[in-house]
């Protein structure tokens, strides 16, 4: 896989503001257009577009959106490397994802906080990982 163009371009986005179906390096994103914008600029998936969705989404349906969209392009694994994608359960459903750097730091679009580099065993992600997936490759 294509980690260090992956891990190049996630850094390339800290620092940009959060916002909610944002896409805009330096401007704002959210933590979704932050996985397609670094996997498609890194060849790995074409470009993709799941907006619109409602902020809170998440706190109202049981259905895993965010999973069914990862799914398309990618394949679960056990134990994450660098450039995987870290995946994290809140409200009814998996809601939030991150870029793995080097387990368990990670990037992430953390409403409040914007692009970040944090460390995935602290504060409120420890206790709702739900698991680590991998980009298959040639999709993009």
Same mark, same amino acid.
């Given at each position: 896989m294509k980690t260090d163009l992956i891990i190049t371009e996630a850094r390339s986005w800290l620092g940009t503001p959060y916002h909610h179906q944002g896409r805009i390096k330096g401007v704002g994103v959210d933590c979704g257009m932050l996985l397609c914008e670094v996997y498609?600029?890194?060849g790995l998936i074409p470009f993709v577009?799941?907006?619109p969705y409602p902020p809170d989404w998440y706190m109202h349906q049981m259905d895993n959106k965010y999973l069914d969209w990862v799914k398309q392009y990618a394949e679960p694994v056990a134990t994450p490397k660098q450039g995987d994608i870290a995946l994290f359960h809140f409200g009814k459903s998996i809601s939030h994802a991150a870029i793995v750097v080097a387990w368990p730091t990670i990037i992430h679009a953390y409403?409040? %906080?914007g692009c970040i580099l944090g460390d995935a065993t602290k504060g409120r992600l420890?206790?709702?990982l739900a698991g680590f997936?991998?980009?298959r490759?040639? %999709?993009g």
């Open positions: 498609h600029a890194a577009d799941p907006r409403h409040g %906080q420890c206790s709702n997936w991998r980009i490759e040639n %999709q």
